[in-house]
Protein backbone atom coordinates (compact mmCIF):
# COMPACT_ATOMS: atom_id res chain seq x y z
CA UNK A 1 0.00 0.00 0.00
CA UNK A 2 1.46 3.48 -0.77
CA UNK A 3 -0.08 6.62 1.28
CA UNK A 4 -0.02 9.69 -1.41
CA UNK A 5 -1.05 13.62 -0.50
CA UNK A 6 -1.52 16.22 -3.03
CA UNK A 7 -2.37 19.59 -3.07
CA UNK A 8 -3.88 22.22 -5.02
CA UNK A 9 -5.95 25.47 -4.71
CA UNK A 10 -9.34 26.10 -4.66
CA UNK A 11 -10.88 29.27 -6.44
CA UNK A 12 -12.49 30.97 -4.01
CA UNK A 13 -15.34 31.31 -6.30
CA UNK A 14 -15.52 27.61 -7.22
CA UNK A 15 -14.98 26.48 -2.91
CA UNK A 16 -19.00 26.02 -2.26
CA UNK A 17 -19.65 24.65 -5.82
CA UNK A 18 -16.75 22.21 -4.83
CA UNK A 19 -18.16 21.20 -1.64
CA UNK A 20 -21.78 21.19 -3.73
CA UNK A 21 -20.45 18.47 -5.94
CA UNK A 22 -18.29 16.32 -3.51
CA UNK A 23 -21.46 15.68 -1.22
CA UNK A 24 -23.28 13.40 -3.91
CA UNK A 25 -20.65 12.84 -6.72
CA UNK A 26 -21.93 11.95 -10.34
CA UNK A 27 -22.45 8.03 -10.43
CA UNK A 28 -19.52 6.08 -11.37
CA UNK A 29 -16.96 8.53 -9.91
CA UNK A 30 -16.70 7.15 -6.66
CA UNK A 31 -17.08 3.47 -8.64
CA UNK A 32 -14.10 4.19 -10.62
CA UNK A 33 -11.71 5.10 -7.84
CA UNK A 34 -12.92 2.40 -5.94
CA UNK A 35 -11.70 0.18 -9.15
CA UNK A 36 -8.32 2.15 -9.80
CA UNK A 37 -7.87 0.62 -6.18
CA UNK A 38 -7.62 3.34 -3.92
CA UNK A 39 -8.70 3.54 -0.71
CA UNK A 40 -9.02 5.92 2.34
CA UNK A 41 -9.54 9.22 0.29
CA UNK A 42 -10.16 12.03 1.54
CA UNK A 43 -10.12 15.75 0.29
CA UNK A 44 -9.48 18.63 2.93
CA UNK A 45 -10.28 22.76 2.86
CA UNK A 46 -8.01 25.34 4.56
CA UNK A 47 -8.00 28.80 2.70
CA UNK A 48 -7.16 28.60 -0.76
CA UNK A 49 -5.74 25.29 -0.58
CA UNK A 50 -7.47 21.69 -0.94
CA UNK A 51 -5.18 18.94 0.40
CA UNK A 52 -6.17 15.03 -0.85
CA UNK A 53 -4.96 12.03 0.95
CA UNK A 54 -5.52 8.47 -0.11
CA UNK A 55 -4.35 4.74 0.02
CA UNK A 56 -3.26 3.07 -3.27
CA UNK A 57 -3.40 -0.47 -2.99
CA UNK A 58 -2.81 -1.87 -6.50
CA UNK A 59 0.26 -2.95 -8.31
CA UNK A 60 0.61 -0.70 -11.25
CA UNK A 61 -0.40 3.06 -10.42
CA UNK A 62 0.49 4.47 -13.59
CA UNK A 63 -1.92 1.83 -15.25
CA UNK A 64 -4.81 2.85 -12.79
CA UNK A 65 -4.62 6.58 -13.50
CA UNK A 66 -4.54 5.93 -17.28
CA UNK A 67 -7.66 3.68 -16.78
CA UNK A 68 -9.43 6.47 -14.80
CA UNK A 69 -8.64 8.48 -17.32
CA UNK A 70 -9.91 7.67 -19.72
CA UNK A 71 -13.57 6.68 -18.07
CA UNK A 72 -16.45 8.68 -19.37
CA UNK A 73 -17.74 9.22 -16.14
CA UNK A 74 -14.56 10.45 -14.92
CA UNK A 75 -13.81 12.89 -18.20
CA UNK A 76 -17.41 14.58 -17.30
CA UNK A 77 -16.55 15.01 -13.39
CA UNK A 78 -13.48 16.10 -14.27
CA UNK A 79 -14.84 18.38 -17.13
CA UNK A 80 -17.25 20.15 -13.76
CA UNK A 81 -14.84 20.54 -10.72
CA UNK A 82 -11.58 20.94 -12.19
CA UNK A 83 -12.20 24.49 -13.81
CA UNK A 84 -13.11 25.36 -10.10
CA UNK A 85 -9.14 24.64 -9.44
CA UNK A 86 -6.05 25.89 -10.25
CA UNK A 87 -2.73 23.90 -10.20
CA UNK A 88 0.16 25.06 -8.12
CA UNK A 89 2.71 26.99 -10.05
CA UNK A 90 5.28 25.07 -8.75
CA UNK A 91 3.57 21.71 -9.69
CA UNK A 92 5.67 19.09 -11.45
CA UNK A 93 5.40 18.19 -15.34
CA UNK A 94 2.29 16.99 -16.08
CA UNK A 95 0.56 16.87 -12.75
CA UNK A 96 -2.44 18.40 -12.17
CA UNK A 97 -2.65 18.13 -8.25
CA UNK A 98 0.82 18.61 -6.87
CA UNK A 99 2.19 15.79 -5.07
CA UNK A 100 3.64 15.55 -1.79
CA UNK A 101 6.70 13.72 -0.09
CA UNK A 102 5.42 12.18 3.20
CA UNK A 103 8.17 12.91 5.49
CA UNK A 104 6.35 11.47 8.88
CA UNK A 105 3.79 8.32 9.28
CA UNK A 106 2.75 6.58 12.62
CA UNK A 107 0.34 3.72 12.49
Known amino acids: MKRIGEMIRIRPEGLEAYKKWHANPMP ?10 IRNYSIYHRGDYLFAYYEYVGDDFEA ?11 QKWWDVVKPLMEPL ?9 SGMEEVYHLD
Open 28 to 37: GVNEMIKACN
Open 64 to 74: DMARMAADPAT
Open 89 to 97: ADRAEGEFW
